[in-house]
């Protein structure tokens, strides 16, 4: 059984989609990945979720991510369920749907937890780096939608942690301040930090918010 932990590289595998055979890693390249699953084709809540992923297609482009889906349905299902996403959600689905019928790629990421549900995997979101090691892991039970605007801002804090060397405080949003990483001493602060910053104790320093690109 998968125990994948934050930092640990996202397993490798090769998977029928519903754009096409991926090898994941190769699939990835240099980008980032969100690696989602969902309960069923033909889902009211999962139908809603997959219309926003492909809502939101150039965010997450603007951010080099690639992003894939999967349940344990088959090819054929994903591909007529497209149809009604796209019907019903107003948008074009151009993103991958990983079709798991043998569960090989959700028990590689522990996408089913048996005492919540046997046959169908939970809401599982794993978020990979360049280098594809797993950054985020969170599960969502089958009846709560994702909330993909929360997806987006982690995403936004990973790479201004990778690119910028800062955190970001509680209930952060794009554009608010941002905490400088403990592992800059305040002395070096300014030689990063061009917009200046702020003491608030010597653990604690705050700094606007890097620009992202
Ligand atoms: C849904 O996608 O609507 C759903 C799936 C499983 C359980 C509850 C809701």
Redo the contacts with the bound molecule.
Sequence with gaps: MANLRLGDIAPDFTAATSEGTIHFHQWLGDSWGVLFS???DY???????LGTVAKYTDQFKSRNVKVAALSVDGLESHKGWIKDINETQHTTVNFPIIADEDRKVAELYDMIHPNA?SK?TVRSVFIVDPSKKIQLMITYP??T?RNFDELIRVIDSLQLTAYHKVATPANWQNGDDCVVVPSIATADIPKHFSKGFTEIKPYLRMTPQPNMN
């Design positions: 969902h309960p069923a889902t009211p809540v999962c139908t809603t979720e549900d169908h089958a009846s939608g």
